[in-house]
C-alpha cells in the first residue's frame, strides 16, 4: 500500500488567484498524518485588497496578514516540501492555478511535482450526489470540519481521497487513476502544466438555448482556458447573487467557454443558487428547480445544485 501524498489547500483575499492570504499542507504517510504545515500570507502589493465575501467566506482579515511573510518569502520552504511529490487538493485547478500563478508572479523556480483532484475523484466514486463540493462530499461521509479553514480543507481532502481509494481497493494513487481512467496533473519546469482530467467525466451538452436576453451575452475572448471547471459547461442560476448583477455572472460564465440558459433541463450541469435561496434549500424549502435539480440527480444525469460559495471559488 502506498497512500503517501501531501493534501494543499489556498484561500484568497479577492478574485485574483494570486492574492493568496492562507496556504496549508497535510503530509500523509501510508494514510496517516505525520505533519501539518499552515502560513497566513500576506497578499502581493498588485492585488493586496481584501473583498467583503472573501472575508466572510474565510474569516481572515487584512488586519491578520498586515505583519505576515509574503509568499516569495517562504517559497524556500514551501518548495522544498512540495518538490517531487504528490499532491493533492479539491478542486485542483483552483489551488493549482494559485500556486502557478504566484510562481509567475515571483519569477520562482517551478517544483516538479504531481497531483490529483479529488473533486473528479469523488464524481468517479460517488454518484448521484447533489453537488461534489468538499463539504458536501465529506459531509456524506461523515466529516465534520470548519469549511474554507485551509488546515481543516485539507486535511479533510485527504480523507476524502482515503476513502476513495478503498472504495475501489486500490493500493496507490497510480492504480486508482487507471481504475477510474484519470490524467494524473503534472507540474514541472520541462514540461509546464498539465491539468487532472478524467474520460467520460460529463455528459455532453445538447439542447438549444432560444432566450434572446441570454444569446446577446456574448464571450468577450476566442480562447479558454479548457482546464476551467466551467469551459463547456451548461450554467443556470436561480435567486439573488450577493457577489454581482445576474447579468455579471452570465457574461463570467461565458467567458470561461461555459454555456448559460434560463431553464433548467437535464442536460443542466450547474444549478446555482443564491445564498440566501440555497440556505432555504438546505433546510428543506425546495423550489421547482431544484426538486427538479434533485430528480435529475437521481436518474443519473450530471447535474449539481452548488451555491454562490462555490461559484466564485469555480471562478
Given at each position: 500500500m502506498n497512500y503517501d501524498f501531501i493534501a494543499i489547500d489556498f484561500e484568497t483575499a479577492n478574485e485574483k488567484r494570486m492574492s493568496v492570504c492562507c496556504a496549508a499542507l497535510i503530509f500523509f504517510k501510508n494514510g496517516v498524518i505525520i505533519d501539518e504545515k499552515e502560513w497566513l500570507i500576506k497578499p502581493p502589493a498588485i492585488c493586496n485588497y481584501f473583498n467583503d465575501l472573501n472575508i466572510q467566506i474565510h474569516g481572515i482579515?487584512?488586519?491578520?496578514v498586515e505583519t505576515a511573510p509574503e509568499f516569495d518569502t517562504i517559497w524556500e520552504e514551501f518548495y522544498s516540501y512540495i518538490d517531487g511529490e504528490m499532491l493533492i487538493a479539491h478542486n485542483a485547478p483552483f489551488d493549482m492555478g494559485v500556486l502557478t500563478n504566484l510562481i509567475h508572479h515571483y519569477n520562482l523556480t517551478s517544483p516538479s511535482l504531481n497531483f490529483v483532484c479529488t473533486c473528479n475523484i469523488a464524481r468517479k466514486t460517488w454518484d448521484k450526489q447533489v453537488n461534489y463540493t468538499l463539504k458536501n462530499i465529506a459531509n456524506q461521509l461523515g466529516y465534520l470540519f470548519n469549511h474554507h479553514d485551509a488546515h481543516d480543507d485539507a486535511k479533510t481532502c485527504g480523507k476524502i481521497l482515503l476513502e476513495a481509494l478503498k472504495v475501489h481497493g486500490v493500493n496507490s494513487i497510480d492504480e486508482l487513476a487507471q481504475k477510474i481512467d484519470m490524467r494524473i496533473g503534472k507540474l514541472s519546469p520541462?514540461?509546464?502544466?498539465?491539468?487532472?482530467?478524467?474520460?467520460?467525466?460529463?455528459?455532453?451538452l445538447g439542447g438549444k438555448n432560444d432566450d434572446v436576453r441570454v444569446k446577446d451575452i456574448v464571450a468577450a475572448t476566442a480562447e479558454f482556458d479548457e482546464d476551467h471547471p466551467l469551459f463547456e459547461k451548461k450554467v443556470v442560476f436561480t435567486g439573488s447573487l450577493i457577489s454581482m448583477t445576474r447579468r455579471v455572472a452570465l457574461q463570467k460564465v461565458v467567458d470561461c467557454g461555459g454555456q448559460i440558459a434560463k431553464s433548467f433541463t437535464k442536460d443542466t450541469h450547474y444549478l446555482v443558487m443564491g445564498l440566501q435561496d440555497y440556505s432555504r434549500f438546505a433546510d428543506g424549502k425546495e423550489?421547482?428547480?431544484?426538486k427538479a435539480a434533485k430528480q435529475y440527480i437521481q436518474d443519473g444525469h450530471s447535474v449539481e445544485i452548488i451555491d454562490e460559495d462555490t461559484f466564485l471559488r469555480m471562478l
Open positions: 482579515t487584512p488586519e491578520q520541462s514540461i509546464g502544466y498539465i491539468s487532472c482530467s478524467i474520460s467520460k467525466g460529463y455528459k455532453g423550489s421547482s428547480k431544484t
